[in-house]
């Protein structure tokens, strides 16, 4: 079996050497490399040695089990294309392997130009899926970490120090505004460290009572306080070996502040209403939308527990100073909202995408994310989002650019017209009253040359 400029590799299983010599000499004068073997034994063999694109096998003859050499094959390459060759009688079993994903199945006697057609038609199928994985996999590289997206310098930074920080355990404080993916990153440290397959425990440590603050984090024995009835394990021992991942850092008490650098410092901690230590061995990431060190300043913040979560820090940059990444972030917010919603909606306008640019976006990434969702879900029919589905607070609050529009020469007056119309309204942020009186025309003036100009 020759590979070279093959048009696919086979794999066919069959103990009749009259019919496998039959489909062997056809597939080879096709192009295709073919290895026979003519027992399930020799077959199992094979897919351990080497990737095939197809594999044809008998659903079930003398030493030859269909299914199960099926499930072996898909377990070694998931995308391969089995087709299975089904008497008559067992066609009912040959549908349900194709429930189990096999490709197709044929029966006997086999018409070798149909087999021919389904292969051709399974292996380019397999090549899409692979391209898409493909594709998949290099867009995760180059414009994401797990589920982070953006291209932006800021957030290619981003992704520089997780990939550099994740492999140690020292404590990372991640600083940054709402909603500018704190959560995501701490998380994406976790799943790149070599922690990842232990827990990842969260603890928000805003809006809690100090006492049950203290008990999230040390857990407690049965009567610690009222309403102690069992004993409880506390975020640190359920986080053992794992990774910790405390949010709202800044609201932490200074009594439990204290106990927290106390952990940091020895890895030890006691549960309310117990005597007994425990040591746990876990990595902290911790996160805060208020500035730390301003706090320490002012006193509200020990500066020595300061010290020891900042070992490392990642300041997440406000989505209004990576603008750039707002289109990628936009079409996939919309895609999710689409799937969600079960919309179908073609895409964003050049003028929506341009108003979502120029916002201001005081709650970053989770505020385009909310607002998007709000767009889809009130949408109609198919049409692309354009910018009368921006909400009413985005457009308002976008400032007037000042701008310069240039006309090229050799336009007739209506072109002008047309130019002046569109940017103006860009300007604008599509809000017409301040276009019509930019312009010093009439609402409703503005409202016809719109529609005459097909501007929207
Ligand atoms: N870079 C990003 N790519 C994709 N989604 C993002 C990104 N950043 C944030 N998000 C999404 O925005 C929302 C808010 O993100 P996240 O919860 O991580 O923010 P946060 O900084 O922890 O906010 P808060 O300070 O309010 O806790 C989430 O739905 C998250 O999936
Ligand atoms: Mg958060």
Not at 106 to 129: C, D, F, H, Y
Request: glycine share 8%.
């Amino acid at each position: 079996m020759s590979e070279s400029n093959t048009a696919g590799t086979i794999l066919l299983v069959d103990p009749d050497p009259k019919v496998a010599q039959s489909i062997l000499s056809f597939l080879e004068s096709r192009h295709y490399s073919v290895l026979w073997v003519d027992d399930g034994e020799k077959a199992y063999n094979q897919l351990d040695e080497r990737p095939f694109d197809v594999l044809i096998t008998e659903l079930s003859a003398h030493r030859i089990d269909g299914m199960r050499l099926m499930a072996v094959a898909r377990d070694r390459n998931p995308e391969i294309c089995v087709i299975l060759i089904a008497e008559q009688p067992d066609v009912e079993r040959a549908v349900e392997a194709m429930r189990c994903g096999a490709y197709d199945f044929q029966t006997k006697p086999l018409n070798l130009g149909k087999l021919e057609a389904v292969i051709q038609r399974g292996i380019s199928q397999q090549r899409l899926v692979l391209e898409k994985h493909e594709l998949e996999r290099r867009l995760d590289e180059r414009y994401g970490l797990g589920s982070l997206i953006g291209k932006s310098r800021q957030m290619i930074k981003i992704y520089e120090s997780v990939r550099q920080i994740a492999p140690s355990r020292a404590t990372v404080l991640i600083q940054g505004e709402t909603g500018t993916g704190k959560d995501l990153v701490a998380q994406a440290i976790h799943n790149n460290s070599p922690r990842k397959m232990e827990p990842f425990v969260k603890l928000n440590c805003a809006n809690l009572p100090e006492a049950l603050v203290e008990s999230e984090l040390f857990g407690h024995v049965a009567g610690a306080f009222t309403g102690a009835i069992q004993s409880r394990k506390g975020r640190f021992e359920l986080a053992d070996k794992g990774t910790l991942f405390l949010d709202e850092i800044g609201e932490l008490s200074p009594g439990l502040q204290s106990k927290l650098l106390r952990v940091l410092e020895h890895q030890q901690f006691e549960r309310l209403g117990d005597s007994k230590t425990i040591t746990v061995d876990v990595r902290l990431i911790a996160a805060t939308n208020r500035p730390l060190e301003r706090m320490v300043q002012e006193g509200t913040f020990r500066s020595d527990l300061f010290y020891r979560l900042n070992v490392v820090t990642i300041d997440m940059p406000p989505l209004r100073h990576r603008k750039e990444d707002i289109p990628l972030l936009a079409q996939h917010f919309l895609k999710e909202a689409c799937a969600q919603n079960g919309k179908h909606i073609e895409g964003i306008t050049r003028g929506a995408m341009d108003l979502l640019i120029r916002y201001n976006w005081p709650g970053n990434v989770r505020e385009l994310k909310n607002i998007i969702e709000g767009m889809v879900v009130r949408a109609h029919g198919r049409q692309a989002l354009d910018a009368h589905d921006v909400p009413d607070h985005v457009r308002q609050s976008i400032q007037p650019e000042a701008g310069e529009i240039r006309i090229p020469t050799g336009v007739t007056m209506a072109e002008v017209e047309r130019i002046v119309i569109e940017e103006t309204m860009r300007i604008c942020g599509y809000n017409k009253e301040a276009c019509a009186k930019t312009l010093g025309i009439g609402l409703r003036t503005l409202y016809r040359k719109l529609k005459e100009y097909d501007i929207r």
